[in-house]
């Protein structure tokens, strides 16, 4: 666990299930190595929420410039994601406009997560 990481979300403008994830991804991160690879089951459980609501989060996060996963591979087979997370103050820029920056109360959001952000 990462106390700066932790630190980091905890200061994030995020509400409801974004920050919850976020949360545990900073807390599944290592301060020494900057790695952060927690699977999806996993973060699931922390946080108990179904492995399809949370990857439908870790994509609003990346859209909003938070993290960016980094896909890995054993062989031919994937292995978990490694997450970097914009601890530095550096916005990760996604391909797609954020909702989150232009509009928190945004309706473009996935429908579970139109409430509580």
């Known amino acids: 666990m990462s106390i700066a990481a932790s630190k980091w979300a905890w200061q994030s403008d995020l509400s409801g299930p974004l920050k919850l ?3 545990a991804l900073a807390h599944c991160h290592n301060g020494k190595t900057g790695q952060c690879n927690p699977r ?3 973060i699931a459980g922390m946080v108990g929420r179904s492995e399809r609501s949370v990857q439908y989060v870790l994509k609003d ?8 996963p980094i896909k890995r ?3 031919r087979r994937q292995a978990s ?10 916005v990760f820029q996604s391909e797609k406009t954020s909702p989150l920056k232009n509009d928190r109360q945004s309706k473009k959001l996935h429908p579970v997560y139109r409430t509580g952000i």
Request: charged content about 20%; proline content about 0%.
């Open 73 to 75: 591979r054993r062989g």
């Open 81 to 90: 994601n490694q997450f970097a997370l914009a601890l530095d103050g550096v």
């Open 61 to 68: 996060l990346q859209a909003a410039g938070y993290i960016r």
């Open 21 to 23: 994830i976020l949360l």
């Open 40 to 42: 999806v089951e996993t």
